[in-house]
């Protein structure tokens, strides 16, 4: 997690899309689609790497000369974001990180301090919203959800987007151990690492402690002390959501978010 973070934010964000922006995929194409980003940000691409076409990436960019709307498709010069498109944020929720499209959220919610409404599953965030019983300035906890509580890491997307649907992507904001989509839109934050199902501190917050999120300084806090958290992680119970055959498999190997949620299946017997 760490290491893509460092890669993108070198990288500038030179354009975005529909949901998070007026412009569609059609609107991309006309205005000089693929090559026409990887020629803005060339000077960060290796003119070596081999392309499936059989050219070099270099040879491919010498010959582009498809005219750019640098409205749509800005310059590194003028970026929409200089210092990439995600952020990874770290703190006591989420010590080994966690990940928000900031590309996606508003700029009036790149901080955002709220007290925690905690569920521990997607659904009972669905009934929540369904019943419109979120209250404007919240942060909502998503936990049990994460790759091995899932198993699997459901995606939020459909959350995510009552969430704007109902209007509060400007005052709430969505915290879980699950994922989201590349299509997401609003400020919400997956991947919390260490999840839930093995102790995280995702699963300490109680409702009311209040979280600050802080995206230029790539923080996030959960209010309460070390020790706090301590105790009340040894009381913590998970969900009844037993896993089967391969999904038990799964759960009881995979690996965490923060390096990558690879299995490796193996024969215990063997």
Same mark, same amino acid.
């Given at each position: 997690?760490?290491?893509?973070?460092?890669?993108?934010?070198?990288?500038? %964000?030179?354009? !975005?899309?529909?949901?998070?922006? !007026?412009? &569609?995929? $059609? @609107?991309?194409?006309?205005?000089?689609?693929?090559?026409?980003?990887?020629?803005?940000?060339?000077?960060?691409?290796?003119? @070596?790497?081999?392309?499936?076409?059989?050219?070099?990436?270099?040879?491919?960019?010498?010959?582009?000369?498809?005219?750019? &709307?640098?409205?749509?498709?800005?310059?590194? @010069?003028?970026?929409?974001?200089?210092?990439?498109?995600?952020?990874?944020?770290?703190? &006591?929720?989420?010590? *080994?990180?966690?990940?928000? *499209?900031?590309?996606?959220?508003?700029?009036?919610?790149? $901080?955002?301090?709220?007290?925690?409404? %905690?569920?521990?599953?997607?659904?009972?965030?669905?009934?929540?919203?369904? @019943?419109?019983?979120?209250?404007?300035?919240?942060?909502?906890?998503?936990?049990?959800?994460?790759?091995?509580?899932?198993?699997?890491?459901?995606?939020?997307?459909?959350?995510?987007?009552?969430?704007?649907?109902?209007?509060?992507?400007?005052? %709430?904001?969505?915290?879980?151990?699950?994922?989201?989509?590349?299509?997401?839109?609003?400020?919400?934050?997956? $991947?919390?690492?260490?999840?839930?199902?093995?102790?995280?501190?995702?699963?300490?917050?109680?409702?009311?402690?209040?979280?600050?999120?802080?995206?230029?300084?790539?923080?996030?806090?959960?209010?309460?002390?070390?020790?706090?958290?301590?105790?009340?992680? !040894? $009381?913590?119970?998970?969900?009844?959501?037993?896993?089967?055959?391969?999904?038990?498999?799964?759960?009881?190997?995979?690996?965490?978010?923060?390096?990558? %949620?690879?299995?490796?299946?193996?024969?215990?017997?063997?």
């Amino acid at each position: 997690m760490g290491a893509f973070d460092e890669i993108q934010r070198h990288v500038p %964000c030179i354009a !975005k899309f529909k949901p998070s922006s !007026k412009y &569609n995929m $059609h @609107d991309y194409f006309k205005a000089g689609g693929v090559g026409a980003t990887l020629k803005a940000i060339e000077k960060f691409l290796d003119p @070596d790497a081999k392309l499936a076409v059989g050219q070099t990436m270099g040879e491919f960019l010498a010959g582009f000369n498809r005219k750019v &709307n640098p409205e749509i498709i800005h310059s590194v @010069d003028d970026p929409l974001y200089p210092d990439g498109c995600y952020a990874v944020l770290y703190g &006591n929720l989420a010590p *080994k990180g966690c990940i928000v *499209k900031k590309s996606g959220v508003e700029p009036v919610m790149f $901080h955002h301090r709220g007290p925690a409404v %905690c569920f521990d599953s997607e659904d009972q965030l669905r009934s929540a919203m369904a @019943d419109k019983k979120i209250v404007p300035g919240s942060v909502l906890v998503i936990r049990y959800e994460g790759p091995k509580g899932g198993p699997g890491m459901r995606e939020m997307s459909i959350p995510a987007a009552m969430l704007v649907g109902m209007g509060l992507h400007t005052s %709430c904001a969505m915290v879980t151990d699950g994922r989201y989509s590349g299509a997401t839109r609003g400020p919400c934050i997956g $991947h919390v690492s260490p999840e839930a199902w093995e102790g995280g501190p995702i699963a300490a917050v109680q409702d009311g402690d209040m979280i600050e999120i802080d995206l230029d300084k790539r923080t996030i806090h959960l209010e309460v002390s070390d020790e706090e958290i301590e105790e009340r992680l !040894k $009381h913590a119970v998970r969900p009844h959501h037993p896993a089967r055959g391969v999904l038990g498999a799964y759960r009881a190997t995979v690996e965490g978010v923060d390096r990558g %949620c690879t299995w490796l299946y193996h024969d215990s017997e063997k």
